[in-house]
């Protein structure tokens, strides 16, 4: 394995490994430690936007070594377009998601109001695209990033 397939390996650990710590072992272990279920999701929001960050570095650095080393055949093969959903998935949450869901719970959410429900609503889809990055990110660790021999889709 050269030196840009374990960085690039490493990179995609380092942010795969990042998104399942916080997302399905620290949050969940907040929310059943804390009695205070608002303190956890404060806790747990701030985490949540650091694995952002994480994502979009890494994400960033990723693509671009992959497009240095590949130029545009990374767009024509399918470890390209899922790195490239990966990001896409990270930004829209950081972007759009998460400061939908701090506007919903700034306005103070009652059980059974209109906040309720639309928090419930955005923490769902926020929780569906975190789940497809991180089962993307997977694969591409299972699979590597590796320069494929010839352009395609599979």
């Known amino acids: 394995m050269d030196k840009l397939s374990s960085l690039e390996r490493l990179l995609l650990s380092l942010w795969t490994g990042v998104m399942v710590g916080v997302g399905y072992i620290a949050t969940p272990v907040l929310f059943k430690s804390l009695d205070d279920r608002s303190l956890a999701g404060s806790l747990a929001g701030q985490m949540f936007e ?88 997977c694969v591409l660790i299972f699979a590597g990033l590796k320069k494929e021999e010839k352009p395609g889709f599979i």
Do not use: N
């Open 50 to 137: 650091l694995v952002g960050i994480v994502g979009l570095i890494c994400g960033g650095l990723l693509l671009i070594l992959r497009y240095k080393d590949m130029s545009t055949k990374l767009f024509f093969q399918w470890r390209g377009i899922i790195l490239l959903l990966m990001l896409i998935l990270v930004a829209a949450s950081v972007f759009i998601l998460q400061p939908m869901i701090a506007d919903v719970k700034a306005m103070g959410i009652e059980p059974g109001t209109d906040a309720a429900k639309q928090f419930g609503m955005l923490h769902g889809i926020s929780s569906i695209v975190y789940m497809i990055t991180v089962i993307s990110g």
